[in-house]
DNA sequence: GCAATATATCCACTATTCTAGAAATATGGA
DNA sequence: TCCATATTTCTAGAATAGTGGATATATTGC
């Protein structure tokens, strides 16, 4: 993941609407959800929402299957996954924040220290 | 950290020239950039980019000071690490990343299952 | 084949964002 | 005080995004 495979997916995280429906399809696991039931949820008109839909497919940050008449959109944690390494390992630096992958138990573990505690940034604050 | 203050976070990030100016703040460490400076390395005008570290400070996640002639503008990591543990809380499901603080060392310590390895998600795919 | 259901696409409108030229503001030095 | 430097603010045009009514498409059951 670098710069450019990562603003189209900050971009679809952008919208109120978007990161809603991302939350709750987070939310409803690998099962997912069908379109009404998020418009219907979020509140928003269908054709709306499918196009805030589209926009996330696009992104690659969910995806959907046909499921009868429903159209089942569910969250691509994978996808999530390498967000978030992309914003630890890119956008942190090595003080502040470290990745490494736990062959073993197949996790990645990061560690966030608590920036604001250290001297350096401490006196540089505005 | 909620929705409504992560929207302007991923606002901040979803688009080139910001995201490219605040990775450079980040290796630039807590001592920061001067916009000038900025300006020159990304080859984007100087107005035009004052418009996007206005945009960058606004959602918080750099901050400016003045020194002599110069405006320094320098990363925030500490919003960083709210929107990375808001991306963990709330935007990954329980089985695939966990977060928890270590009050020893002052570090998240997050962890991010490889999801795509488990078979729930496997057979979703479409 | 027809009606009902679920969703996507088309379209036009409005709002917002991006861009960069021009002008304004703040600072430091002679 | 005057000039050079560093940066922001103003401005307007172009491009893009968001909205929702109307319509089209796909599926199911009768």
Partial sequence: MDVKDAIPLFDALSQETRLSAFRLLVQAGAQGLPAGALSERLGTPQNTLSFHLSHLSNAGIIQSRREGRSIIY????????????????????????SIHEDKRSGCSIIELADCCELPETKEEKQ
């Fill in 74 to 97: 569910s969250a691509n944690y994978e996808v999530m996954h390498r967000l978030i390494s992309f914003m630890v390992k890119d956008c942190c630096s090595d003080e502040f924040a």
